[in-house]
Nanobody
Framework: QVQLVESGGGLVQAGGSLRPSCAASGHTLSRYTMGWFRQAPGKEREFVSGVSWLGSITHAEPVKGRFTISRDNAKNTVYLQMNGLNPEDTAVYFC????????????????WGQGTQVTVIS
């Protein structure tokens, strides 16, 4: 069982930056594919960024060039560096873990955090 706890969300003005983190306990994260998803009010949850346990990184088109996912296996933590934020990025951000390589597929993720709120004001 993997427990995931997100932190580092908050309120920021458009153009600003945030770096949510996802700390894991229970298992070594290096063995897991990690993903960040977000869900805005009234919308479905969507993929944001992911890093497989092989090290390959994928970003959704709306965040390419602005967001970066990274993992610190020594700290058992995954980060999402978010730059150039705009109001459309406002959502609850979730991290998730899976033992497979289906980075884009939310149904493949076995473990989820509780989420952290990101609010971007114009």
């Amino acid at each position: 069982q993997v427990q995931l706890v997100e932190s580092g969300g908050g309120l920021v003005q458009a153009g600003g930056s945030l770096r949510p983190s996802c700390a894991a306990s229970g298992h070594t994260l290096s063995r897991y594919t990690m993903g960040w998803f977000r869900q805005a009010p009234g919308k479905e949850r969507e993929f944001v960024s992911g890093v497989s346990w092989l090290g390959s990184i994928t970003h959704a088109e709306p965040v390419k060039g602005r967001f970066t996912i990274s993992r610190d296996n020594a700290k058992n933590t995954v980060y999402l560096q978010m730059n150039g934020l705009n109001p459309e990025d406002t959502a609850v951000y979730f991290c998730a873990a899976q033992t497979d390589l289906m980075v884009l597929d939310s149904a493949s993720y076995e473990f989820w955090g509780q989420g952290t709120q990101v609010t971007v004001i114009s």
